[in-house]
């Protein structure tokens, strides 16, 4: 079955890029995507990848996909922290099928 | 609506209790979703409907849990007999008919069984 893999906890200081790692298992997936949860909120989608592309840029963000060894990442440029939040890996089979999560990676941001 | 409304945003109830929670998704998006959140856990899919069918329940997790979906828009996900392990924010999410652009979601429900 599906399963996604990520890191529980980074820390990284104000200015620096931050890089959130995320592992699946299913070579199938053909939408993976980032969210991201801040205190005491739903998830608020950040950006998504198509499986035929390997890089996405969208202003700070950065995602890029290695499908031969089935991991995504996640660079977040000058990372302020107003970043500070759990990001969620996730992935998808086809446009319909429900999307599965990774458990999430709280990013600490120091001043 | 502009968003996905959720109600209500806490909830505390009794061991043994009924609880009924409800999902307003974004008008014209035509699949649902609710997932659970646990401390910890990360999200655990819970059940998908298309229109008003429910093409996947694989996720409930006993069948003390149930969700319905009137009209192609509402959803109420209804739990009998709470119990402690219940306790968790139960989010639900609303996509258009094609996933191209992932899920809105909304800011969930915070139940609380004691």
């Known amino acids: 079955g599906e399963d996604v893999e990520q890191s529980l906890f980074l820390s990284v200081r104000e200015g620096d890029s931050s890089v959130i790692n995320c592992t699946y298992t299913?070579?199938?997936?053909?939408?993976l995507y980032w969210y991201k949860q801040e205190p005491g909120a739903g998830l608020q989608l950040l950006t998504y990848?198509?499986?035929?592309?390997d890089m996405k840029q969208d202003q700070r963000l950065t995602v890029l996909l290695n499908k031969k060894d089935k991991h995504l990442s996640l660079r977040i440029a000058d990372t302020q922290t107003g970043d500070s939040a759990i990001y969620f890996c996730?992935?998808?089979?086809?446009?319909?099928?429900?999307?599965?999560f990774g458990k999430g990676t709280r990013l600490s941001v120091i001043a | 609506g502009a968003g996905v409304s959720q109600s209500p945003s806490n909830k505390v109830t009794e061991k043994g209790k009924d609880v009924e929670l409800r999902c307003d998704p974004i008008?014209?998006?035509?699949?649902l979703y609710w997932y659970r959140q646990s401390l910890g856990q990360g999200l655990e899919f819970l059940i998908y409907?298309?229109?008003?069918?429910?093409?996947?329940k694989s996720g409930l997790p006993s069948d003390r849990f149930s969700a319905e979906r009137t009209g192609g828009s509402v959803s109420t996900l209804t739990i009998q007999r709470t119990q402690q392990e219940d306790s968790a924010v139960y989010l639900c999410a609303s996509s258009p008919d094609r996933l191209n652009y992932g899920y809105t979601f909304g800011s969930g429900t915070r139940l609380t069984v004691v």
């Open positions: 996730a992935e998808s089979l086809t446009g319909n099928t429900p999307l599965v």
């Open positions: 008008s014209g998006h035509t699949a």
């Open positions: 409907f298309q229109g008003n069918s429910a093409p996947d």
């Open positions: 990848i198509f499986s035929n592309m």
């Open positions: 299913d070579s199938s997936s053909t939408y």
